[in-house]
């Protein structure tokens, strides 16, 4: 069974930074976009950034220029620096895979945060931040 678990989630204070990691197992293919999102309480889902196999990346408006996805592929592990946090970036962080492929970087950044069965989801790792 595919398995993504996250870590590195944390409290920080307004303008710190936290670095999360994802390990994925399970694989016997690589996926073609892994990526980050986040729910916080009584708000939807929001990707929050994916990586492509080939390395390009999409970000949210809501975190370009701060945050900044990377991956290790030979060890199937994708992370997300987060820099300049802000209050409103707490939140619950799931790292996913796609299972399917075809997508654009803005596509998968939207499918990411679908019950749909495009991406396989983790567990998730808690961001606090305080003003």
């Known amino acids: 069974a595919v398995q993504l678990v996250e870590s590195g989630g944390d409290s920080s204070q307004a303008g710190g930074s936290l670095r999360l990691s994802c390990t994925a197992s399970?694989?016997?293919?690589?996926?073609?976009?892994m990526g980050w999102f986040r729910q916080a309480p009584g708000k939807k889902r929001e990707g929050v950034a994916v990586i492509s196999n080939y390395g390009a990346a999409t970000y949210a408006d809501s975190v370009k220029g701060r945050f900044t996805i990377s991956k290790d592929s030979a060890k199937n592990n994708v992370y997300l620096q987060l820099n300049s946090l802000k209050f409103e970036d707490t939140a619950m962080y799931y790292c996913?895979?796609?299972?399917?492929?075809?997508?654009?970087?803005?596509?998968?950044?939207?499918?990411?945060?679908?019950?749909?069965?495009?991406?396989?989801w983790g567990q998730g790792t808690q961001v606090t931040v305080s003003s």
């Open positions: 996913a895979a796609a299972v399917t492929w075809g997508m654009t970087g803005i596509q998968a950044l939207e499918l990411m945060t679908q019950a749909s069965g495009h991406f396989y």
């Open positions: 399970g694989y016997t293919a690589r996926n073609e976009y």
